[in-house]
């Protein structure tokens, strides 16, 4: 599906926009969908609302549309407001989850059907249609019908009809959750190559992570209604802010667990050591990336469970003292239920207060303290 990108343009041809969401709440009577939400999206920027599902990130995308109105709070597009402005007067575009496409229209009539509402010339749509099926590669579907294409053509259509918008920001509500794993990945590439030639700015709804992680220049991940931390990717994997942030980052996610004192320090509960972080009065959290463990001599004292092999490498699930953790380990490894063993990080452990869950930066040990 990739293609050749050589003949295609190297300077964008639209502009983004800023985008800038100002203490936004939406709520239906008692429900709270958004609790005074603030965003800063510059332009030209990928930027992904990542969370589970009823966190708000939909939501909050149809604020930016205009499909929804704010309850409280600003939205401004291109530093203008646009808080009470109808979808059309904003300036934006949306692919949907469901492609929407119309059946009985075909593949170009679809794609300038909003030019068509808008009374757009004929040889203005004409060029449009043009540049967007040929940024697509779908010049040879143009008569077919919706129902004679696959669901990755279905989305390339419903691309093209954000294209010929020319509109500076695009919004996409989880536009691959329909497709299988393969073509999810080939579309990804897709659409950030396709960002970065357009130079629009893009605000990309997800639940996926990995999706989050591959697109994004900025990710806004929400929970529950507010944002739980806006970073970008490296950040958020590197040093999440709460232990939310920590969990819903990572593939296995990072190993969370409880911390008692002993001694002069604080160890895995249940263990007699190493020490991973100085003595507190509260309730903290450790936490360790599976990919950080290794199997060593030294470290913390581990009991095999359950090996699954994934061919670039191994995820072991192990108890350690009455917690249980993941170690993702590299390569083929072969190890007995019940085998006992010690697992070392290179990396220092993130310490989060047990009760809010924000990160303790103070408290974080040093790598040589998880390796004694």
């Known amino acids: 599906m990739p293609r050749d990108e050589t003949s295609q343009p190297t300077r964008p041809v639209s502009a983004g926009a ?10 239906w009577g008692l429900t709270a969908g958004l609790r005074g939400i603030s965003i800063d999206i510059a332009p030209g920027s990928f ?16 604020i930016v549309a205009g499909l929804e109105t704010a309850t409280e709070g600003r939205v401004e597009i291109a530093g203008r407001d646009v808080t009470t402005l109808p979808p059309a007067a904003r300036g934006v575009a949306m692919v949907f989850q ?4 119309f059946p009985h229209l075909n593949v170009a009539e679809n794609i300038v059907f909003g030019l068509r509402a808008r009374r757009i010339p004929m040889p203005e749509r004409a060029r449009r249609l043009a540049r967007a099926a040929e940024l697509l590669g779908i010049g040879h579907l143009l008569e077919r019908k919706p129902g004679q294409l696959s669901g990755g053509q279905q989305q390339r259509v419903a691309l093209g009809r954000a294209i010929v918008a020319e509109a500076p920001v695009c ?24 960002q970065r030639r357009l130079g629009i700015t893009m605000l990309y709804v997800t639940h996926d992570q990995t999706e989050a992680m591959g697109m994004a220049d900025q990710i806004v991940l929400l929970r529950d209604g507010h944002v739980e931390q806006d970073a970008p990717p490296e950040k958020i994997y590197a040093r ?8 819903f980052i990572g593939t296995p996610p990072m190993n969370l667990f409880p911390l008692e004192q002993l001694g002069t320090g604080m160890v895995v509960r249940g263990t007699d050591g190493p020490i991973l972080a100085p003595p507190s009065a509260g309730q903290l959290l450790g936490g360790i990336r ?14 095999v ?68």
Request: proline share 6%; with cysteine.
């Open 18 to 27: 800023s985008v800038r969401l100002t203490g936004v709440s939406k709520r």
């Open 240 to 247: 999440p802010a709460t232990s939310f942030a920590a969990r």
């Open 171 to 194: 919004l996409m509500d989880e536009p691959l959750s329909n497709l299988d794993a393969q073509l999810r990945a080939d579309m990804r590439r897709e659409i950030l190559a396709l």
């Open 305 to 372: 469970g359950q090996t699954e092999y994934l061919g670039a490498d191994t995820v072991v699930a192990c108890t350690v003292g009455d917690v249980p953790m993941l170690a993702r380990l590299p390569g083929r490894v072969v190890l007995e239920n019940g085998t006992q063993m010690r697992l070392a990080t290179e990396e220092p452990i993130h310490v989060f207060d047990a009760a809010s869950g924000q990160r303790i930066e103070h408290c974080v040990a040093a790598k040589e303290t998880i390796n004694a």
């Open 47 to 62: 930027t992904v609302l990542l969370g589970p599902s009823g966190c708000g990130k939909t939501t909050c995308l149809r």
């Open 98 to 101: 469901s492609y929407a496409l």
């Open 290 to 303: 599976p990919e950080s463990l290794r199997i060593a001599e030294q470290g913390i004292p581990a009991r």
